[in-house]
């Protein structure tokens, strides 16, 4: 029979396992491979409108020596930032230190910002100050609930979306006919720094949060078989309605990541690419789909670690089951003796 230590050893170590998978995901930072030309860092003298900038804005952003500012605390507002170089790394990952604060109380303040890798740039609209129908990749930081039946989530909330622009966002839906998933956080009107991290490396899309003040990233999603491909622009937008919020980017980070690939992946034009997630349904039949569910909730890693509990317990009580039928087979021997 097992006994108790030895399951409390394989439970934690399948959660040692578990917690060291997810912070393997994440680099540590390292300025080595930390690409400038992608990179917004204070106090941001690369940012304008001159033919030399590497970032430029529009709209109602602000930029200051310490934050660039999207939107201030006031309704109705819309401002961007985005990199004026287009990304050819296959395998990269930004990290975005952000700050959501103003006056308005629980419910009353929106909308919420959004990091994009997309093959435009700089065209304002509806989804968080950028346009609809964009093509690439959206993080969306959402603070205001739109969707009143959707009481299953808390907000505010950070989705993601892959797009080849056949899709539209649903803001009255809160997107979530088009996401790919998703996790509730608390952000707004922290005194301590906020970080998303957003990872590309092998179709795979990582989202990861620090925002605790703990030093300790956190997975939000995790999702195979995404297709993104090269020469798209990196950006954040940010928008307020009715109600308002300030919309702060201190920071946005961009690293290469050193991954190998196979000789046919390195020979593919990855300018080609059409984003796409190739393990679900393509967006284009998302628009025959009355439900608009394209996608199933991806196993994240809390799920698998409860996955490994459960078969362990499983084997656990076989085992126990066992022992006792053997036992029972013993003594009944005996009594032939």
Not at 209 to 228: P, S
Not at 231 to 257: C, E, P, R, V, W
């Amino acid at each position: 029979m097992c006994k108790m230590p030895v399951c409390h050893r394989i439970i934690l170590l399948l959660w040692l396992l578990h917690g060291s998978s997810v912070c393997a995901d994440i680099t540590d930072g390292n300025a080595e491979h930390l690409k400038r030309e992608h990179s917004l860092i204070k106090p941001y003298q690369g940012v304008g409108s001159s033919s030399s900038s590497q970032w430029d804005f529009s709209g109602s952003t602000l930029v200051t020596s310490q934050y660039v500012r999207l939107t201030p605390d006031e309704r109705s507002m819309q401002g961007s930032i985005w990199n004026t170089v287009p990304c050819y790394q296959k395998d990269w990952e930004m990290h975005v230190q952000f700050k959501i604060h103003g006056s308005g109380k629980k419910n009353l303040h929106g909308d919420g910002f959004a990091v994009w890798y997309t093959k435009e740039r700089l065209h304002q609209g509806p989804v968080f100050g950028n346009q609809d129908h964009f093509v690439g990749l959206a993080i969306f930081v959402d603070t205001f609930r739109n969707d009143l039946q959707g009481m299953d989530r808390s907000f505010p909330y950070i989705s993601a979306m892959v797009n080849n622009g056949s899709l539209p966002y649903d803001h009255g839906k809160d997107g979530r006919s088009t996401e790919l998933g998703g996790c509730s956080v608390e952000i707004r009107n922290k005194d301590h720094d906020t970080y998303l991290a957003v990872r590309y490396s092998k179709g795979r899309l990582t989202i990861m949060v620090d925002v605790d003040d703990r030093n300790d990233w956190k997975e939000c999603i995790d999702i195979g078989g995404v297709r993104l491909p090269t020469g798209y622009y990196f950006g954040a937008s940010a928008a307020t309605g009715d109600l308002s919020d300030n919309h702060d980017i201190l920071s946005m980070k961009m690293y290469q990541l050193m991954v190998e690939h196979t000789p046919e992946e390195d020979n593919q034009d990855w300018t080609k690419i059409e984003p796409s997630v190739s393990l679900l349904k393509s967006p284009k039949d998302n628009i025959d789909d009355p439900t608009g569910n394209f996608r199933s909730t991806p196993l994240t890693g809390w799920k698998v670690f409860l996955l490994l509990l459960c078969a362990l317990l499983g084997i656990v009580v076989c085992a126990v089951v066992g022992a006792v039928v053997f036992q029972k087979r013993q003594e009944r021997n005996k009594r032939f003796y």
